[in-house]
């Protein structure tokens, strides 16, 4: 059963999200544990939907819930019982569409909608490099989704610029994702492998790095920068490169998954003097920008999109042209690395102030931003009969178990993140098993020489007994000089 008791006056908020897409994921949950009244999230699919209510952990797996034929009556009910005020649609993919028309068909509601991505200007966007070339069919197919939404809700003035040549008179504003209030922590220890052949200087690329994020650059960077004692940490992981370890020995280091509260422990650890964001596609905002902020590191940014926009507007690093290659990124960093280069990185990093609500904003303003449009768009409570937010209403909808149910990317995530435990634990493991077998061994081993050594001893013994009796018998029966000529015999003898 999902239940949430809502504030006298606060209207609940249904957030419609793609099960299949992660990004904006962060973005919610920050929203709903930051506002008074009730979040609920469903998690769109192909497959069974799945209903959430926020910060309550309760779920409820949903089927045939944007199908034509079936009756809208249940969805009806369950958002008057609800008091489900407005709809927050944080994906513009056929998926979520369908499931945002078949809550409409249901019970007109107004709404907002996040563009969290370039994926409203191409359906491909995330398949190529660059600023993705404009697909007029599609962006056709979801301009009355814009253009009837109280608000189009951009995360950075690039978003919003893009937005308004799309879909021209939508109405739109800029609210930045924020950042809460950050975890006090020390600093970790280095990992061992890492530390046994670190670099002079410490260059991070920071998150999951997929090809629209960079990781084509890692090979030809490292290239670029062999013999200058520069080398590349990813802290975070790759497409093709999970657990721990060296990418390229001595010059591309892999931390692997970290909490997101850690980030600023781990870039101290491994002495990051700057963090390299090598990606492809334009990014929308970028939370990792203002964690490395936070953190008190410059940055290396690509000209364009919210990266470039934010570091030109604020500082904090450098820029590089929009779809730089390896040589370009390493010569920028061969030059901070030398004594003037250095003088200036330590220059832009002594202006980086991580209280800085402009350069780094803040979830505390995001969230009374937000909360201000559903205050002023969002339809007020309803006095319908029915236990608010329970899915009693929903039963004709409700499916036994998860079958078909695309699964976000967080929990592929946090899959990858327990094989690679799994594994380290094997390893682990089993080097504690050659241990064993090891010792057993030397002990083994140790036993044997100890008796051979007695053996050894005994022997010894005996020959010494021997020749302090012939010894004895040399000096009582032999004259002086046939003495004298054997000890020369046998010192020759030695030699």
């Known amino acids: 059963m ?10 609940a908020v249904l957030h419609i999200t793609s099960a299949a897409g992660g990004g904006s994921d962060r973005y919610i949950r920050d929203l709903a544990a930051s506002t008074r009244r009730p979040h609920y999230l469903l998690h769109a699919s192909t497959g069974t939907d799945v209903l959430e209510a926020l910060g309550a952990g309760h779920f409820a797996p949903l089927r045939n819930f944007t199908s034509t034929e079936s009756d809208t009556g249940p969805i009806a009910r369950w958002l008057q019982q609800s008091d489900i005020g407005i709809l927050h649609l944080h994906g513009v993919d056929q998926v979520c569409r369908a499931h945002f028309d078949a809550l409409q068909r249901a019970r007109a509601l107004p709404y907002l909608v996040t563009l969290h991505d370039l994926q409203f200007v191409n359906p491909r966007a995330f398949a190529g490099a660059g ?28 978003i919003l610029d893009v937005a308004l040549v799309c879909a021209p008179g939508i109405r739109a504003t800029v609210i930045p994702p924020g950042l809460g209030a950050p975890r006090v922590g020390g600093i970790p220890s280095t990992p061992t492998d890492f530390a046994a052949h670190a670099p002079r200087h410490v260059v991070a690329i920071v998150g999951a ?29 790759t497409d093709t490169h999970l657990s721990r370890g060296w990418l390229v020995p001595g010059a591309v280091y892999v931390h692997g998954p970290y909490e997101e509260s850690a980030l600023a422990g781990w870039l101290g650890a491994y002495g990051v ?19 490395v902020w936070a953190a008190g590191v410059p940055v290396i940014v690509p000209d364009q999109g919210a990266l470039g926009e934010r570091v030109e507007r604020d500082g904090g690093g450098w820029l590089l042209p929009a779809g730089f290659d390896g040589d370009e990124a390493a010569a920028l960093l061969v030059w901070l690395a030398s004594p003037e280069g250095a003088a200036e990185c330590a220059r832009v990093k002594s202006k980086i102030a991580p209280g800085d609500a402009q350069r ?17 768009f969002g339809l007020p409570p309803s006095d319908a009969e029915g236990v608010a937010g329970t899915t009693e209403a929903l039963a004709p909808l409700l499916a036994a178990n998860l079958d078909g149910f695309a699964f976000r990317k967080e929990l592929i995530k946090l899959s990858s993140e327990l094989a690679i435990d799994r594994a380290r634990l094997a390893e682990a493991l089993s080097w504690n098993e050659g241990l064993e077998r090891n010792a057993a ?25 021997e020749s302090a009796s012939l010894k004895a018998a040399c000096e009582r029966f032999l004259p002086r000089f046939a003495r004298s000529y054997l000890s020369r015999w046998a010192l020759r003898a030695r030699r």
Not at 276 to 289: I, K, Q
Not at 443 to 450: Q, Y
């Open 441 to 465: 061994a030397w002990s083994a081993k140790l036993e044997a020489d100890i008796v051979e050594l007695k053996t050894e001893i005994e022997r010894l013994g005996v020959e010494s007994r």
């Open 131 to 158: 600023m993705p070339e404009p697909d007029a069919e599609w962006i056709g197919a979801i301009h009355s989704t814009l253009e009837r939404a109280a608000m189009v809700i951009a995360p950075s003035a690039f």
């Open 209 to 237: 790095v997929g090809p629209h994020k960079g990781s084509g650059m890692l090979q030809p960077l490292a290239a670029a920068l062999r013999d200058s004692d520069i080398g590349i940490v990813v802290i975070g992981y």
């Open 360 to 376: 780094i904003p803040t979830l505390e303003a995001m969230a009374r931003d937000t909360d201000a449009l559903y205050e002023r």
């Open 2 to 11: 999902i239940a949430s008791t809502p504030g006298m006056h606060d209207c």
């Open 273 to 291: 003097e700057t963090v390299l964001f090598p990606n492809r596609l334009p990014e929308s905002f970028s939370y990792t920008l203002s964690e």
